[in-house]
């Protein structure tokens, strides 16, 4: 009799998990299964649905081609700047929201303004703020000639210049998520624990590090995780701040890669696309493995 209850209460548990169980496999399982079958494809024609052979062809074009191996340092260099910057900031900030009482909501609200406009709206500031046209050199040229130095074309100049508008761009936008999430996490941490470490006259560092740190341990590792996915799937930050023309600014990044081989003036080509989508796939793949292994050591549930 008891077996049979356990075999309803498993199947009325697969009822409700069906409906989430078909929309994963049907958006996210086949999609997945589907491209790694185009990227083995060789000369597939989106229009005839044929090809001429199968192999690893693909993934030799994509691995030498120039564009590609721009866009992957471009999002390397993006993820290993921003990832630890902005969640390293919005610790900070979050600490220092949650040590004060006036006007906490109203700053909250301030910091959390950025994460609701729009990217391309954000972009748009940026760029009246970092370029240069024929009749100014921007808010910040103004306020580096104030320190002496020359002006910098920071969109259209060297390559350094644009990939720290990039980087700054990208922390402002991401940044605000991360202080939401952080200032509740830091305010659910049992108040029990700085009242013991107050009583044993242990320093506000100390504390930090030993009550603080831990106890939030497992929002700061979800929220580099997300940043790194994020990150690796960046695209429209870039747009926002350069155009559509990528490869010409050398600012493209991977999925803009996977985009231009599909879409863009160069594209028609989605065995390519599905190659670098595989890569970044298997890219995204090992880094979240290796961030797992590590909180194991690290987070504290």
């Not at 049907?26 to 044929?50: C, H, K, R, W």
């Not at 902005?86 to 700053?107: C, D, M, N, Y």
């Not at 690796?232 to 870039?238: L, R």
Request: charged share 10%; proline share 4%; aromatic share 18%.
């Amino acid at each position: 009799m008891m077996k049979i209850r356990l075999t309803e209460s498993n199947l009325k548990g697969w009822l409700y998990l069906l409906p989430a169980i078909l929309f994963l496999g049907f958006f996210m399982v086949y999609p997945l299964v589907d491209v790694f079958i185009y990227s083995f494809e060789e000369g597939y024609n989106s229009a005839s649905q044929t090809y001429f052979g199968v192999g690893g062809y693909n993934y030799s074009y994509v691995l030498h081609d120039p564009y590609f191996l721009q866009a992957v340092k471009n999002t390397f260099i993006l993820v290993m700047i921003t990832v630890p910057l902005s969640t390293g900031i919005a610790l900070l900030i979050s600490v220092a929201l949650s040590s004060i009482k006036p006007l906490r909501e109203l700053f909250q609200t301030i910091y959390f303004l950025p994460y609701v406009t729009n990217t391309l709206a954000v972009g748009l500031v940026f760029m009246i703020l970092f370029k240069k046209t024929a009749y100014t050199d921007g808010l910040v040229n103004l306020f580096i000639s104030w320190f002496g130095a020359g002006s910098v074309d920071f969109i259209e100049g060297p390559y350094w210049a644009k990939m720290f508008v990039l980087c700054f761009y990208t922390i402002w936008v991401v940044m605000p998520f991360k202080i939401l999430i952080l200032t509740s996490a830091l305010s659910s941490v049992n108040q029990v624990y700085y009242n013991a470490a107050k009583v044993d006259g242990t320093s506000k560092f100390r504390t930090f590090m030993r009550i603080t740190l831990p106890m939030i341990s497992p929002m700061i590792f979800y929220l580099v995780i997300t940043g790194f996915i994020g990150a690796f799937k960046a695209y429209s930050d870039a747009v926002a701040l350069f155009g559509t023309n990528l490869n010409a600014a050398e600012m493209n990044t991977i999925v803009g890669y996977v985009y231009d081989m599909l879409y863009g003036d160069s594209g028609g080509y989605p065995s390519y696309a599905s190659a670098a989508a595989i890569i970044l796939f298997s890219i995204v793949l090992t880094i979240t493995c290796i961030n797992l292994l590590i909180s194991k050591k690290k987070v504290h549930y």
